[in-house]
């Protein structure tokens, strides 16, 4: 049934890509003097859609013959759903980003590959990047996603709580947690210190209370199946632990569970809380209220290895109806230069740039908090292969609901548990419409 | 497609005792006892206040400075006093005018060829005899009762088919069809005097003359009715627009507000001065013609006359 | 919307009674009248009526180009599924909300306008005007309204020694601010309607209660209301239809989350979510099939009550 098709399709996409090449050295030859039109989308509409909007001004400068209709959509199921009309319309955009654990999303039919000898020819191989980041944006060897970087959850800390709450170590960082009980009483010393709570966690927010819970899960050793058909493969006492351990969190002291996407960094913020658990992003609103604050890697609360929830914004090539050699040649050329202009997105946006040329620079060491978690770019831990997971996916809202039942008390941890595996269950009976 | 009713429905007709010589006017509040007049105004004052305190609320945000706007406890007046920035960084993002002119282009678009249409079709329905008339009457009448929403799934699918999505034409076309709109001009059409077109038939006249030149000019109050139901139903549609234009160049202004983000960070001001700008329009139109439009949503409304 | 209503043509009045006989109507090409609007007609509402139908019997999905005949699995998958019943109930839940007020403050809205206080122009124009705002004006006002931080609201209610309400943040009260934003949008029009029913209560019927010292109290219980029963069970009947239909203000407002723990979903946000987001374009028409059916029942259930009340 969908091979057939399948085939068809692909085929026929090569046979496109075959002359989209052939068209893409006679538009070298034509000359870099025309105009190129270039439409480009991205969905970063809070602090770091500042930092884009440089990096697209950027390229704007190094390439003046291309013009850049830069858009920035909603964020999470608005840009996705709209992307992938997009694409099935055929009049999508010629470069749009797309989180590495969405591309299950897209299928193989709603983008195309980028061609390897295209980016060798600027200068950037696969080895360029990191293993665990790669692993993902390659789908059967083809790759499908350029990163640009990895986001990894985060610790925050609030360095004057921390002190005063006698968490510190000697040299005035974070002394090392081990384990859910410590990450659990530091924040009700922090708690302590602040009168009001430890950590602030926006838990009301899906993507926010997903980062925590996939990353207790996965060092829990929980793995996830989620085959078409089902049943969901589950590790169900996993997901029982990492919720108790999310209950316990939110028993309103340590933290509130009330707190939404917004309110929550706001706590740090204003010193109403020690710590956050959030993705790097937030570094931004941390700075900018001027307190005492450092960042570190996200700590092992189950087991050795300090597995954390993660996700890579990248570069994808939405397919189009026709595709326009020039304006494709440019948006190998402007992803490009994102991705070798990334030390700006990672040092105001906290997060870590995937190029190893800009990871790995005395400049980007060089800059703090945000670099202290770099390594966490080695035990990132993606979201589950399906069509309807990943970053502001169907999944996510529909976690947020059981998580949110479970630190809202209205449902136990065995409760919350079995909720989600039921719902992932009947997802997966309904079969896959890619 | 909002929550306002809002397909004029002929259902009602009945309803209304029609206007009689003196009953159009508001009765006289000299009638009320001096306290019953003081509790009046006091009610119809506190439900303006709370009608109006959104919008002001709006206005006054849109005019500070944006670090103003988030200063606790929230004042009215700030100290730096109020700038007209907002609006100038709103317009000077070019989005929103390329909005404004899409959306007047569709909603132009759309209330003409509905009004012909529809008009055309009650002509049609009501001076005329042919074969199928009735069946195709009680066919139009019987789409009163399809809600637009239901339809987006099958339609969306279909104009991917017909490579409408994202263009002019692939916005406009569902949009034409107001089955309620061909039932009140109809109706309307029924009450016009047959001597005036037996005298046009004799001189020689043909229908598409009689329709022209007879009945159209004779029923210029319902068909400003109609344009203004039908331009305010498609000036503020949201849902089909939404569906079919995922291009930003393409989309109409409630839209592509609420897609496109055109500022980062906390930006209040902007965001409200955007949000007034849209709804800016029909407010001004509204001020103006206020009495025809008024008229216009309550005929169309009710499907009377 | 109303079937039973439309099929009582006998009571339809007529501006003028038009001589009726088929030789002064004999036109002929009335056809080509009406030809262009049943063609439009027919391409964009009859078809993808029939094609959504057919859709439903089908896996069809919105990034696939062939699907499979699956019979009335869609259907038996529905009344299985269990966000299909709660997002009706929300959406039910919605249009009992929103229908009370909205209709009930429209009638006192109408009501002391037609006292005739000074400055009709103005009080049309303050009741009338959010309902000419575009969906998202009037979102993006409300938005910062109910923001929790700096939000008016808020502030009004500490203001006045009341407790912060989460707008937009707590399950229990999500519902509840679109209702609040809804009656806010939309009474302009029923407020209309009520109006226009006002003015054309004949004034002599007053002058007679007058004559027989009736007050104010009893002019309006015992004239008014009772000649504005039918337009309340019209506007009740338009209210509730448009009000079924929830589904910008919602999406909106929420961001397109649902609202606080899903809340705020309501049907038409499930079908958008199911057919868009998940591609399940088959499955969404069967859900957008049964909650038409279950519109036109609504719609004739409440056809004959308001005809039985009448009677």
């Known amino acids: 049934m969908t091979t057939s098709y399948r085939l068809s399709r692909r085929t026929l996409l090569r046979a496109t890509a075959a002359a989209g090449g052939a068209a893409l050295l006679s538009s070298c030859a034509r000359g870099s003097g025309e105009a190129v039109d270039l439409a480009y989308w991205n969905f970063f509409g809070g602090s770091d859609g500042k930092l884009m909007v440089e990096l697209v001004n950027r390229f704007r400068a190094e390439a003046p013959n291309v013009r850049v209709i830069d858009t920035t959509l909603m964020w999470g199921p608005p840009y996705y759903t709209k992307l992938a009309m997009a694409c099935a319309g055929g009049r999508a955009p010629d470069l749009a980003t797309m989180h590495g654990s969405r591309l299950s999303t897209f299928g193989r039919d709603l983008l195309d590959e980028w061609d390897l000898d295209e980016l060798a020819a600027r200068g950037v191989s696969l080895d360029e990047f990191p293993q665990p980041v790669l692993d993902r944006v390659l789908v059967d060897g083809r790759l499908m996603a350029l990163p640009l970087d990895t986001h990894p959850l985060v610790l925050y800390y609030n360095t004057d709580i921390c002190e005063k709450a006698g968490l510190l ?49 996965r060092q829990l050793g929980g793995q996830m199946r989620l085959p078409d058909g089902g049943p969901a493969e589950v590790d169900r006492d996993a997901m029982v632990g990492a919720m108790t351990f999310l209950r316990d969190l939110c028993d309103g002291t340590i933290c509130s569970p009330s707190l939404d996407g917004q309110s929550s960094p706001a706590a740090f913020a204003s010193q109403q809380a020690g710590f956050l658990f959030v993705g790097p992003w937030e570094v931004t609103s941390a700075r900018t209220a001027g307190i005492p604050f450092s960042m570190t890697q996200f700590p092992a609360l189950f087991g050795d290895t300090p597995y954390v929830r993660a996700d890579s914004h990248s570069f994808v090539l939405p397919a189009q109806a026709q595709v326009d050699p020039a304006a494709r040649s440019a948006a190998y050329d402007m992803a490009v230069s994102m991705l070798r202009n990334s030390l700006a997105w990672a040092a105001g946006g906290g997060h870590i740039p995937a190029l190893s040329a800009v990871a790995d620079s005395p400049e980007y060491l060089a800059e703090k908090p945000v670099s202290n978690y770099r390594e966490a770019a080695q035990v990132v831990e993606f979201d589950p292969e399906a069509y309807f997971s990943g970053s502001g996916s169907t999944l996510m809202a529909r976690a947020g609901q059981s998580l949110q039942g479970v630190t809202g008390r209205s449902l136990t941890p065995e409760q919350g548990a079995d909720d989600l595996i039921g719902w992932l269950d009947d997802q997966l009976t309904l079969g896959n419409p890619l | 497609m909002t929550t306002a009713p809002d397909t004029a429905n002929p259902a009602t007709a009945p309803v209304l005792p029609r206007a009689r010589s003196r009953a159009a006017e508001p009765t006289d509040i000299r009638r009320y006892t001096p306290l019953a007049r003081a509790g009046i105004i006091t009610a119809l004052a506190v439900l303006a206040v709370l009608w109006l305190a959104p919008l002001f609320w709006a206005v006054v945000t849109s005019l500070k400075q944006e670090a103003d706007t988030t200063v606790v406890p929230l004042e009215v007046v700030p ?181 496109v983000q055109s500022a980062f960070g906390v930006r209040y001001a902007q965001v409200m001065a955007s949000a007034i700008l849209a709804g800016l329009p029909l407010i001004v139109v509204f001020m103006l013609f206020q009495r025809q439009i008024i008229r216009g949503v309550a005929t169309t409304g009710l499907g009377g006359t | 919307m109303s079937a039973g209503t439309v099929a009582a043509p006998g009571r339809v009045e007529q501006p003028t009674a038009p001589r009726r006989g088929p030789s002064l109507v004999g036109g002929r090409g009335g056809i080509w009248f009406v030809l262009p609007f049943m063609a439009v007609y027919a391409a964009f509402v009859l078809w993808p009526l029939l094609y959504g139908l057919g859709m439903s019997f089908f896996d069809t999905s919105l990034v696939r180009a062939e699907s499979r005949f699956v019979g009335f699995d869609n259907y038996v998958r529905l009344f299985a599924d269990a966000e299909v019943w709660r997002t009706l109930g929300i959406t039910l839940l919605f249009t009992i909300g929103s229908t009370i007020p909205l209709v009930v403050i429209a009638l006192v809205m109408a009501l002391l306008v037609q006292t005739g206080a000074r400055g009709q122009w103005f009080w049309r124009f303050v009741y009338f005007a959010p309902f000419l705002l575009p969906v998202a004006t009037v979102v993006l006002i409300w938005q910062w309204l109910f923001s929790g931080d700096y939000g008016l609201l808020n502030a009004a209610l500490t203001g006045i020694g009341l407790p912060e309400v989460g707008w937009l943040t707590d399950p229990a009260v999500g519902l509840w601010s679109v209702v609040l934003l809804t009656v806010w949008w939309t009474i302009g029009f029923n407020f209309l309607l009520y109006l226009a029913a006002l003015q054309a209560i004949p004034a002599q019927l007053y002058e007679a209660a007058e004559i027989d010292g009736a007050g104010g109290w009893r002019r309006l219980f015992g004239i008014t209301l009772p000649l504005l029963n039918r337009t309340t069970g019209l506007v009740v009947v338009l209210q509730v239809l448009a009000s079924l239909k929830l589904f910008d203000q919602a999406y909106i407002l929420f961001r397109a989350n649902g609202g606080p723990g899903g809340s705020a979903t309501p049907i038409l946000q499930y079908i958008y979510d199911t057919g868009f987001t998940d591609y399940r374009l088959g499955y969404a028409s069967a859900i957008s099939y049964v909650f038409f059916v279950l519109i036109i029942l609504i719609a004739l259930v409440q056809a004959r009550l308001s005809r039985r009340s009448e009677a």
């Open chain 2, 79 to 259: 100290d730096r006093g109020f700038t007209l920035q907002a609006y100038a960084s709103v317009l000077a993002n070019g989005n929103l005018v390329t909005w404004f002119v899409n959306s007047t282009v569709v909603t132009v678009v759309i209330t003409v060829l509905t009004v012909a249409l529809s008009a055309a079709a009650a002509y049609g329905f009501s001076r005329t005899r042919f074969r199928g008339r009735n069946v195709l009457f009680a066919l139009t009448i019987a789409g009163i009762m399809v809600p637009p929403q239901i339809l987006i799934v099958p339609l969306y699918r279909q104009m991917l088919a017909m490579g409408l999505a994202d263009t002019y034409a692939g916005i406009i076309l569902p949009q034409l069809v107001l089955p309620a709109m061909v039932f009140i001009l109809k109706k309307f059409f029924d009450g016009i005097p047959h001597e005036l077109e037996e005298a046009a038939r004799v001189d020689g006249a043909g229908q598409l003359r009689i329709f022209l030149q007879i009945v159209l000019p004779l029923s210029r109050s319902i068909l400003a009715a109609v344009s203004i139901f039908v331009f305010i139903h498609a000036w503020n549609n949201f849902l089909w627009p939404f569906i079919i234009t995922s291009d930003p160049g393409l989309m109409t202004l409630p839209v592509g507000l609420v897609q």
């Open chain 1, 169 to 217: 170590a000697p040299d005035g960082t974070l002394a090392p947690i081990h384990g859910a009980e410590q990450m659990l009483d530091a924040g009700r010393r922090a708690a302590e210190v602040t009168g009001a709570i430890g950590i602030a966690l926006g838990s009301l927010h899906e993507a926010h209370i997903w980062m925590p819970f996939w990353s207790a899960y």
